[in-house]
């Protein structure tokens, strides 16, 4: 196995102060290698996103590091997770892509201004290797002059995954990104999302409720519950064989455990 390209470990995560504290994440450790895909599910308010924004640079942990390919890259309660001129390589998109875009760019030119930004094209430049990209991800010309909200949830979603390659990330995490799309669209993604991988190495964690789509892209999957990881290991053997009463509760009450999920529409490969 290759060396991880980013790893948190025994990351925890403190909210309020005193008799108010809270802890969303607790003693979670979680690794991810150089092109693969790794899952993270759980109940909703189990942790799934703050630990995601830890590792992303976003949110500090109280105790815990980060490290990228084996150096850590920031001290615990340290704002600065991922050294600045190092942000671009870990990449982060949301579950609501209306939220991540803004209502009055063009998608075009939403895309055009992070490749402006983070590879300094030119204005020019930018336009055209815009148009490029999400021509790469399904996303044709005039899709590509309409508003936000002339797209669809699917679309709206592949335009933010444009914008977040923008900097040509190393990692992608994607927080449950097919939970606003129907279920055409959430194939789609899960596609792009695996071709992603294969043309560009790229280390995606894919956190998401949809047990088909885990099945379908990840090797490793950890499953959450309290802000602990309670249990962790190849997908297909978690799925299967859970070890855990809870992880059994859990997976019976997500979609896509008995086949009714997106996985009804892609082809029976195992996501590796
Ligand atoms: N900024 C914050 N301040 C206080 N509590 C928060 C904050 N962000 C998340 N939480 C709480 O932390 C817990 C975990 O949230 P989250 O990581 O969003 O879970 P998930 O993504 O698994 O649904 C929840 O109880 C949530 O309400
Ligand atoms: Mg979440």
């Known amino acids: 196995m290759s060396r991880p390209l980013l790893e948190g470990r025994n990351i925890t995560v403190r909210f309020g102060r005193g008799a108010n504290a809270f ?5 979670a450790s979680l690794s991810l290698n150089p092109g693969e895909i790794v899952g993270v599910v759980g ?38 997770r991922v050294p600045k001129n190092e ?8 579950q609501d892509p209306y939220s991540s ?8 030119s939403a895309v055009a201004e992070a490749l402006q930004v983070w590879r300094g094209l030119t204005r020019k430049q930018a336009q055209a290797e815009s148009f490029s990209l999400l021509q790469s991800i399904g996303i044709d010309e005039s899709q590509a002059r309409r508003f936000p909200k002339a797209l669809s949830g699917g679309q709206r979603q592949r335009v933010s995954i ?19 799309i129907d279920q055409s669209a959430q194939a789609r993604l899960a596609n792009l999302l695996r071709r992603l991988r294969s043309e560009r190495n790229l280390a995606i964690l894919f956190i998401s409720h949809d047990l088909a789509l885990v099945r379908y892209l990840t090797s490793r999957v950890h499953v959450m519950r309290r802000g602990r990881i309670v249990e962790a290991g190849p997908t297909e053997t978690v799925l299967r064989k859970p070890r855990h009463a809870y992880t059994r509760v859990l997976l019976d009450s997500l979609p896509g455990r008995r086949g009714m999920g997106s996985a009804a529409f892609l082809p029976p490969i195992r996501g590796g």
């Open 23 to 27: 802890e969303a994440v607790r003693d």
């Open 101 to 108: 875009l803004n209502p009055r760019m063009r998608a075009w």
């Open 162 to 180: 444009a914008r977040a390659l923008a900097p040509e990330p190393r990692v992608l995490i994607a927080d449950e990104p097919t939970s606003a």
């Open 43 to 80: 109940e909703s308010g189990s942790g799934k996103t703050t630990l995601a924004r830890v590792l992303v640079g976003l949110q500090p942990a109280a105790f815990g590091t980060v490290l990228w390919e084996g150096k850590q890259v920031a001290e615990p309660d340290s704002r600065e």
């Open 87 to 94: 942000r671009w390589k870990v990449q982060m998109v949301f």
